[in-house]
């Protein structure tokens, strides 16, 4: 099945430079304050907390369904962009690319965040399931992406100029 039309970004402007925009995003641990599904994040190893190719642990939950995901680093250039990708439960398979990116202006920062279903995705949905059952569920989770992104947004602006 193709994932290449699932993807989707939006963008908000901050007042604060983008160095300290990124410094709030990158810190994975704080993603609990930002987004409206994950509820936490620790870091594998703290010593490489940021920095590209490390791997974090988000905590999520919607109502009362929970599960953790398995996400590594995959851009982490200050002020200007970063990304992960969810690997799901077990680490095994790059599902999911969330990314931020940063641009300065005027002492303001557009921040741009971006999600993007991956090739492997349908294979984790299941062998057993057919193209339509995988595109509702890739549908499904497509709106909430794009209602969380908003809400991870606006949260981040609340944050980042109080």
């Known amino acids: 099945m193709d994932v290449s ?5 939006d963008s908000i402007r901050i007042n604060l430079p983008a ?3 990124y410094a709030i995003v990158s810190d994975v641990t704080r993603m609990g304050e930002l987004s409206p599904v994950c509820t936490s994040c620790t870091w594998d190893h703290a010593s490489r907390a940021g920095d590209e190719g490390s791997w974090f642990t988000g905590h ?3 109502g009362d369904l929970t599960w953790d995901t398995r996400c590594k680093v995959v851009a982490a ?3 200007r962009r970063f990304a992960f990708i969810n690997y799901g ?3 095994a398979a790059e599902l999911v690319r969330w990314g931020f990116d940063f641009e300065s202006a005027d002492g303001e920062t557009r921040v741009t965040e971006s999600w993007q279903v991956l090739p492997a995705y349908p294979s984790f949905i299941g062998a ?3 193209d339509a059952e ?3 569920r890739i549908d499904g989770m497509a709106a909430l992406a794009r209602e969380g992104i908003q ?3 606006a949260n981040l602006k609340s944050v980042a100029e109080a």
């Open 134 to 136: 995988i595109a509702a």
């Open 89 to 91: 439960l077990d680490g």
């Open 5 to 9: 039309s699932y993807r989707h970004d």
């Open 151 to 153: 809400e991870t947004l």
């Open 60 to 62: 999520n939950a919607i």
């Open 19 to 21: 160095p300290q925009v």
């Open 77 to 79: 250039d200050p002020g």
């Open 128 to 130: 057993d399931s057919t």
